[in-house]
């Protein structure tokens, strides 16, 4: 029988993220993910080694990537015999990644491995409509010469209309940013509060650039340094002249300032056994905790598409008997600025707080000075799967800046699910 052991975390590395069609647009997602990887491998001095396992994802992918971690590791300064694989969980692809990774150190299968997470919305893939393919397989099946031509013949003009992937909910056709702006008006989440939500992000982020906190977590990449999204000099008086892009009429609060740049990027982290740190001298930034994942039922149900962190927090409290005042650092994920309001609203919401999570009380309010303190994915970008890296690593690094702590990870995903976890540092 396995026991469990503690899972450390030593580091992270990642590229600098950039806007879409911004200086990487010529960089695929094993160009970013291998170049993070081989910063990471260079900081740790893991060139040539075996490591346990390379897991990642990215959410939007070319078929010829079906494997693209290991596609990752072949191109990377790692041992080749390295074994890899990808996973995929929308916006929570880089936490699961480091989630799946931990729970095998913690089982003993692994000593080390590391994980990761890219995304590219400048080379997203563009797929051949169902009926061209269909129409090419079978010829491409034939037999003979004239089975192939036939095959062919059935190819029609409105065959050759791409499949162009859109940021959209496949079940209600909505975009992402249409789902946030329902709840943000369900929620009466101001245009303002988003605002200065939005502005603190850039300010913390930019501070953090300007006491060097990423310079052992960044390599910079194609000549970018800093996230190309960050503005140091975004206010809420200048965020408040952008026009709504989600939503409609009176209503409409969600701009393209609040709401998360369509972004590329790519982001890993390194996890071992405290045997295999220490064997290496490698300091122990913090160490994973609890996870939680939810979902709910955006489809059919009433729930908003992004709630899905709303629920799995308390039951990730319950089960470490923690309240949600426990915390040194939160690090909640800003897919919109509004979305990250409306969770703390139903936090403190009464009837919210009984009725859908069956507690006699609210589970209560954060510190915001505890909360995104080097800024989030709103100033940062946010290339899908990775953002959880990104996450990772900055609370770890600020739990090890501390010395000792605890840190909330919450993270909503397309499909209406969430991952959420504890870091910690003893
Ligand atoms: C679980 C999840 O994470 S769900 C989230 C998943 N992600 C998404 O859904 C991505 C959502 N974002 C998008 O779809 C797009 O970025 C949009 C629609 C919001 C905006 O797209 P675009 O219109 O191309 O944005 P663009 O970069 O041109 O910005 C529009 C304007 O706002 C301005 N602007 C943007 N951010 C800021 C800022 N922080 N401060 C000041 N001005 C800003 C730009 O300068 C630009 O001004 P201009 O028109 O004078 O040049």
New binding site residues.
Partial sequence: MATVRRVAIIGGNRIPFA?AGGPYRRAGNQDMLTAALDGLVARFGLQGELVGEFVAGAVLKHSRDFNLAREVVLGSRLDPRTPAHDVQM??ATGLESVVSVANKIALGQLESGIAGGVDTTSDAPIALNDDLRRVLLRANHARTAAERIKALTGVRPRHLVPEIPR?AEPRTGL???EHAARTALAWEISREAQDEF?ARS?QRLAAAYERGFFDDLLTPFQGLTRDQNL?PD?SVE??AQ?RP?FGRGEGATM???N????SDGASTVLLASEEWAAQRRLPVLAYLGDVVPAAVDHVSGDEGL?MAPAYAVPRLLDRTGLELGDFDFYEI?E??ASQVLVTLKAWQDPEFCQQRLGRDKPLGEIDPAKLNVNGSSLAAG?P?AATGGRIVATLAKLLAEKGSGRGLISI???GGQGLTAILERP
């Fill in positions: 806007r929308a916006c940021n975009s992402m940013g939005t850039h503005r975004s200048k965020l952008l892009v701009t393209a300032g709401s998360t740049p369509l992004l994920h897919a919109f946010h899908f909503c995903a397309a």
